[in-house]
């Protein structure tokens, strides 16, 4: 059973800082891609950062130059390094995993981001 556990989420104002991480258990083998995707209230999940297959990164637009994702080298822990935040970036943060021949998805239980104004 592939477990997801995230931490790091909390309250900030404007400007601040904070660090997640996502610590990976279970069968996990072949990863294809493993990151960060987001949720604010009413809007669609969308990816934040991630590490495709290879170990290469993507960003959304709008977290380019203020986020950072980065890994421990066996692939256990993911984190999302959060500088400049803005209002804006407030949502249930979700670490994901898709791995395996068959390529499958997993999700960790989320953690909320709140910047405030």
């Known amino acids: 059973q592939v477990q997801l556990v995230e931490s790091g989420g909390g309250l900030v104002q404007a400007g601040g800082s904070l660090r997640l991480s996502c610590t990976a258990s279970?069968?996990?083998?072949?990863?294809?891609?493993m990151g960060w995707y987001r949720q604010a209230p009413g809007e669609q999940r969308e990816l934040v950062a991630v590490?495709?297959?290879?170990?290469?990164?993507n960003y959304a637009d709008s977290v380019k130059g203020r986020f950072t994702i980065s890994r421990d080298n066996a692939w256990n822990t993911v984190y999302l390094q959060m500088n400049s935040l803005k209002p804006e970036d407030t949502a249930v943060y979700y670490c994901?995993?898709?791995?395996?021949?068959?390529?499958?998805?997993?999700w960790g239980q989320g953690t909320q981001v709140t910047v405030s104004s």
């Open positions: 994901y995993v898709k791995h395996g021949a068959w390529y499958t998805d997993h």
């Open positions: 279970g069968r996990i083998f072949s990863i294809n891609t």
């Open positions: 590490f495709t297959s290879g170990g290469s990164t």
